[in-house]
């Protein structure tokens, strides 16, 4: 009897630890989930939505697994991200936090705002103001915004959004560092993201996670929590529901 018990629990542990290998492989070289908890991404992404990245897009670092063991200071099977692209990417400042910006600027690139404007290389880059304009948050507080689809050098589209009032107009020059990227929030007046040197800056190639690829489920937390299960009817925007990045 007691041989059979212990027959038991060994079973058990093994199924336990070969679910936890397959998920940890599952996890780290094809698609991680991830959860949107701040406003900057908005309207491209919104606080609740969630999110599965693409692991393998970009090759392998460290940081493509758990706890971003010290093994290499090299990319296995790196391909370069392309303009436009939604990244994870762990920040510079402690390469622990995950953040999602887009990448706007290439190794070698030069960026600056001048009177509102974007400019790559000394190129202004073409944009088209949408009426009316999308509601936009952040953190607390609603913005008043203009949207602009903006077009990078590579064709590439998206929806950003600018304050009316008090929008950051004018920077210094930004030069993007070899093996480096410059990445910006859709939500342009609320992210802390490559304009801000002291605290993210320029995201090192090794510090890419993957690309953002599908919406796979979204709850608006300022309407409720998942934990009231009962008004998710309310909060659960279907909208979004398996929606394509």
Not at 43 to 66: A, E, M, Q, W
Not at 149 to 170: H, S
Not at 213 to 235: A, E, M
Request: proline content about 5%; some cysteine; charged content about 25%.
């Amino acid at each position: 009897m007691k041989k059979k018990i212990i027959d038991i629990i060994f079973d058990n542990l093994k199924t336990l630890i070969g679910a936890l290998i397959i998920a940890i492989f599952i996890r780290s070289l094809l698609f991680q989930p991830f959860y949107i908890p701040s406003s900057s991404m908005e309207p491209t992404l919104l606080v609740g939505d969630r999110i599965f990245v693409s692991k393998y897009t970009y090759g392998y670092s460290k940081h493509s697994f758990p706890f971003s063991p010290n093994f290499s200071n090299k990319r296995f099977f790196s391909k370069l991200p392309e303009r436009g692209d939604l990244v994870v990417f762990k920040t510079p400042a402690d390469n622990r936090t995950d953040y999602i910006k887009r990448l706007i600027g290439m190794p070698g690139d030069t960026i600056q705002f001048v009177n509102g404007n974007l400019f790559i290389n000394n190129n202004k880059i073409l944009r088209e103001e949408v009426e009316p304009s999308e509601i936009i948050r952040c953190g607390k507080f609603i913005l008043e915004t203009k949207s602009f689809i903006e077009t990078l050098p590579n064709g590439a589209k998206y929806l950003a959004v600018y304050k009316k009032r008090g929008t950051l107009q004018n920077t210094k020059k930004f030069e993007v560092p070899p093996d480096h990227f410059f990445l910006m929030g859709d939500n342009r007046d609320c992210s802390k993201d490559s304009r801000y040197l002291d605290s993210v800056g320029y995201v090192s190639n090794l510090n890419l996670v993957g690309e953002a690829q599908l919406i796979f489920f979204s709850n608006d937390t300022n309407t409720s929590s998942l934990l009231k299960f009962w008004n998710l009817g309310n909060s659960f925007r279907f909208e979004r529901l398996i929606k394509v990045l």
